[in-house]
């Protein structure tokens, strides 16, 4: 929100705004959309460069004296390293097609949210910089001087990007907005332009092993208080094991399931579907994060972070490993993790123990995700299911951007989801599947500060959810990222009220038949079921 | 009074909700305003959908008289919107008066000449009676993102207020 008019201002009455040439890089901050800074010490636990202390809303951010040097040779360098880089920033005929694609123009309507405009606020000082015509035309053909107002209006716009990719799929050149926000937050982390979110996540990360800085006593002590409450609610007692050398799995999920609401009843759902088919697996203290958010800071730092998993696969001798319910841990896993750090030729390619089924799809990274896992089960029949203990939930599915654009992952959540579920309603069709709208805060969007941002970006998933919320009464939004576990929640208080948000593991859980299990009047949140308290 | 303003304004309700709904609109830059217009697609322009949609029903509304109740749903598919849009409050209502303007503007000299100024006066009470119930409900939107922030800061922490026994009933339903 701006500043409040005064009364004479109020007088002078138009409503309508100033027209603004796109070229001007000054950006007015609004809060509620945009982050706080990276801390030094965060910066420094990773060793990315210019760590201070500084404040996007003073004039001076504190740039290294040669900043413009660096991020020119960071561009330069990025251009020769990645074709795709030099091929996008090349190729845009500026034919608009991604221009009302992405979710914080939709919300927003602020201009520089098109995704066309927001690459051309890189691609105007490449063409300065880096081509014939530019060099000689400058602002005639499209270039733009690299300016101190350049790099916070980079901050501000590329921080209202969720690399969801929305755009990209529209695009007839196949130009992928997601890789230009990438290298751009990659070029301001050069200079220490960055957000604490993402960053204070990074070390956490690099120090603990999980996003949360959890050590490995509280992370241990974290999913015994889950076990403690599966007890309670189910009647089985479980014994996950920790770092125990030679389990066939290892189990790496988002730490934000082992901490929080809702991602612990997710969590809780996996330690119960590994009990119900006596799965030989493990849980590391060390590898104790499946998300990476040096996917958001930097190619190296989301090496080195996910180098983690490898090393701690190779230190407790696993065959191979399970990933949890997580969304752009599965880019990185998918898109990177086998050209940074694999081959991970001492692992195996997974086999599935319970049913024989190679999953040949991870021959090379050596891990599946979950839902691929439990989809395999349900398949087989594995799985001894009552799905009538969640038929109070009328559910809708919410294509996480990273497992389903970006990785194709469509229809097999829908069929776990169905499976345990009976009654399931889709989102209308263009906003799903491939057309998926994004929560609104990925990407290391979900900082308090980012409230109306995330509010904005939101509300086109939030308008399909509703549309199903009258028209089919459904109250439970579905999905299986841990990111969407923590943004969808407030996003439903506020657009959709009385829709809760739930992973999918979750409702799995809820409808396995556990043996042991005593009377379960209550689902895995300790809430009453309604119609089945004298039913079992 | 005779419902002859009422009837002026049925008449021409098409085109005075199309320039309500282009004004509201052209709040927003000249290139988002475009797409806001011209998108039909509900759930691919929830803003130009909802503005549209919301300024015909709430003009119905005040044509058949001022039912709260009534108003305040509709209010509130736009309002909710403009509450988070980086608007100031004025601005974020501004909008709802537009219409005074348009009428004005649009039928002023046939009101004068049917000498219905008095009963466009008593009209106006009207819209001015939608601005203050959009004064509640924007005040409600924001108070919902305030509590918002509240309670995720409580669930983000809720593991912890639990391990340390700090954790009430009074906690957790707040």
């Known amino acids: ?536 | 009074m005779t419902n002859d303003i009422i009837e002026l304004l049925k008449e021409n309700r098409s085109m005075l909700v199309d320039r309500w709904t282009e004004a509201t609109l052209r709040t927003y830059p000249s290139e988002s305003a475009r797409f806001y217009s011209k998108e039909n697609d509900q759930f691919l322009n929830p803003v130009g959908h909802a503005m549209g949609k919301g300024l015909s029903e709430i003009f119905d509304a005040m044509l058949a008289g001022l039912d709260v109740q009534q108003i305040r749903p509709i209010l509130d598919s736009m309002v909710r919107i403009r509450a988070v849009q980086g608007f100031a409050p004025s601005n974020s209502l501004a909008f709802l008066l537009f219409i005074k303007k348009i009428i004005r503007d649009e039928l002023g000299t046939e009101i004068q000449s049917k000498g219905l100024d008095t009963q466009l006066a008593t009209f106006e009470e009207r819209v001015d009676g939608v601005l203050l119930v959009a004064f509640d409900v924007y005040a409600q939107c924001r108070q919902t993102l305030s509590d918002i922030k509240n309670s995720e800061f409580i669930n983000r922490h809720t593991q912890l207020l639990k391990r340390a026994n700090l954790m009430s009933e009074e906690t957790r339903l707040s």
């Open chain 1, 1 to 536: 929100m701006s500043q409040a008019p005064k009364p004479e201002e109020l007088l002078r009455v138009s409503h309508i705004p100033p027209k603004k040439d796109w070229m001007d890089p000054r950006v007015d901050l609004i809060p509620g959309t945009w982050g706080y800074p990276g801390k030094a010490s965060s910066l420094e636990t990773l060793g990315l460069p210019n760590p201070r202390e500084w404040n996007p809303t003073d004039e001076d951010w504190k740039l290294p004296p040669n900043w413009k040097e660096i991020i020119h040779e960071g561009l330069k360098e990025r251009l020769e390293k990645y074709r795709s880089l030099k091929v996008f920033l090349d190729i845009c005929v500026r034919c608009g097609a991604c221009a009302d694609k992405c979710h914080f123009f939709i919300g927003s309507g602020d201009p520089k949210n098109m995704p066309v405009l927001r690459a051309e606020l890189l691609r105007s000082i490449y063409r300065k910089d880096f081509t014939t015509v530019g060099r000689m035309l400058g602002t005639f053909a499209g270039g733009r001087e690299l300016t101190e107002d350049v790099i916070k209006e980079w901050f501000y716009y590329f921080h209202q990007c969720t690399e969801c990719r929305r755009c990209s799929l529209y695009c007839p050149y196949g130009i992928d907005t997601a890789e230009i926000t990438i290298v751009v937050r990659e070029l301001l982390n050069l200079i220490g332009v960055n957000i604490d979110w993402i960053l204070g996540a990074a070390a956490n990360c690099y120090r603990t092993g999980n996003h949360l800085g959890l050590e490995p006593h509280t992370f241990k002590g974290n999913i015994d208080f889950l076990v403690d409450d599966i007890e309670e609610y189910v009647g089985v007692r479980l014994n996950p094991t920790f770092n125990r050398k030679g389990a066939e799995v290892l189990f790496i999920a988002p730490s934000g399931d082992v901490f929080a609401d809702p991602g612990i009843f997710t969590y809780m759902g996996y330690l119960m579907l590994f009990e119900h088919i006596g799965l030989d697996y493990t849980i590391s203290t060390y590898a104790s994060e499946g998300g990476n958010f040096g996917l958001f800071t930097s190619q190296e730092t989301m090496k080195r972070l996910n180098s983690k998993m490898y090393a701690e696969a190779k230190r407790l001798g696993v065959k191979w490993i399970l990933g949890g319910e997580c969304g752009h841990m599965w880019r990185v896993l998918h898109q990177y993790m086998d050209t940074m750090n694999g081959p991970a030729d001492f692992l195996e390619v997974p086999k599935s123990p319970i049913t024989g089924t190679v999953f040949d799809n991870a021959k090379s990274t050596k891990m599946i995700h979950i839902v691929e896992f439990m989809a395999d089960l349900i398949h087989h029949g594995k799985l001894k299911l009552n799905p009538k203990r969640n038929d109070y939930r009328r559910t809708t599915w919410h294509d996480s951007c990273n497992v389903s654009r970006g990785m194709g992952m469509f229809e097999e959540p829908r069929y776990v989801l169905k499976s345990v579920c009976n009654n399931f309603f889709e989102m209308p069709e263009n906003t799903i599947r491939e057309q998926t709208f994004c929560c609104g805060g990925g990407t290391g969007l979900n900082a308090g500060e980012f409230e109306y941002l995330r509010m904005m970006g939101g509300m086109p998933r939030a308008f399909a959810v509703k549309h199903v919320q009258e028209k089919h009464g459904v109250n439970l939004l579905v999905n299986v990222c841990a990111l969407d576990r923590a943004i969808l929640p407030p996003l439903m208080d506020y657009w959709a009220p009385e829709v809760s948000v739930s992973g999918l593991t979750e409702l799995v859980a809820n409808a396995l038949v556990m043996e042991g299990e005593h009377d379960r009047p209550t689902d895995l949140r300790g809430e009453d079921i309604p119609g089945l308290e004298g039913d079992e």
